[in-house]
């Protein structure tokens, strides 16, 4: 393997993302840190989860809007896909595909579901992942702190020729290029993990 590329908060621009809505799919430990910390750095955010879940509940305490899984994919531009790696290929395909047309981006922070063809995303959209290094709690703990946690970034489609520009601004949304972001090959992080 090559040498790895390493991005800094200089390195990305948050105003890429301006106008762009964000649906977080799942709010567990990394979909609520995300949604958080995305929220707080002034992205526009919608959480889905179950409805009526314990997730979607925590989610409507935390002040988010809501919507469900296909109204979330289709209302927005970027589709965070942070529920559990089991449940993505059903919800997936249930609920997600149908929406992913030309200009959509589908973000993952696990590589797992691309790297073995569980998800086939069309060609025609982004399919990026920002990979913490760590669990959701340190995330956001370290955010709070005008800290970050490392991560890894991979694009496995570039349809628009900006996936990498949104990747980047969505990681520092998140803090991690206060601490560095590595470019990897997209199942890097499958396989590391």
Same mark, same amino acid.
């Given at each position: 393997?090559?040498?790895?590329k390493l991005y800094r908060s200089r390195d990305a621009d948050?105003?890429?993302?301006?106008?762009?809505?964000?649906a977080v799919l799942g709010y567990g430990s990394q979909g609520?840190?995300?949604?958080?910390?995305? &929220? !707080?750095?002034?992205?526009?955010?919608?959480?889905? $989860?179950?409805?009526?879940?314990?997730?979607?509940?925590?989610?409507?305490?935390?002040?988010?809007?809501?919507?469900?899984?296909?109204?979330?994919?289709?209302?927005?531009?970027?589709?965070?896909?942070?529920?559990?790696?089991?449940?993505?290929?059903?919800? %997936? %395909?249930?609920?997600?595909?149908?929406?992913?047309? &030309?200009?959509?981006?589908?973000?993952?922070?696990?590589?797992?579901?691309?790297?073995?063809?569980?998800?086939?995303?069309?060609?025609?959209?982004?399919?990026?992942?920002?990979?913490?290094?760590?669990?959701?709690?340190?995330?956001?703990?370290? %955010?709070?702190?005008?800290?970050?946690?490392?991560?890894?970034? $991979?694009?496995?489609?570039?349809?628009?020729?900006?996936?990498?520009?949104?990747?980047?601004?969505?990681?520092?949304?998140?803090?991690?290029? &206060?601490?560095?972001?590595?470019?990897?090959?997209?199942?890097?992080?499958? %396989?590391? !993990?």
């Open positions: 393997m090559g040498i790895m948050l105003r890429f993302l301006d106008g762009k809505r964000i609520a840190a995300q949604a958080l910390c995305f &929220r !707080d750095s002034g992205l526009d955010v919608i959480v889905s $989860a179950r409805k009526n879940g314990p997730s979607w509940r925590r989610a409507s305490t935390d002040g988010f809007e809501l919507a469900e899984f296909s109204e979330a994919a289709r209302k927005c531009d970027i589709v965070c896909m942070l529920i559990s790696d089991t449940s993505q290929p059903e919800i %997936y %395909y249930k609920f997600i595909h149908k929406h992913m047309k &030309r200009g959509k981006t589908l973000y993952f922070s696990h590589g797992f579901n691309i790297t073995y063809g569980f998800i086939k995303p069309p060609p025609s959209a982004d399919v990026i992942m920002v990979a913490p290094h760590g669990p959701g709690k340190q995330l956001r703990d370290l %955010y709070l702190e005008g800290k970050g946690l490392p991560a890894l970034l $991979a694009v496995n489609n570039d349809a628009s020729g900006k996936a990498e520009k949104t990747a980047l601004a969505l990681a520092a949304a998140c803090g991690f290029t &206060r601490a560095g972001v590595f470019k990897a090959p997209f199942n890097n992080e499958t %396989y590391a !993990d």
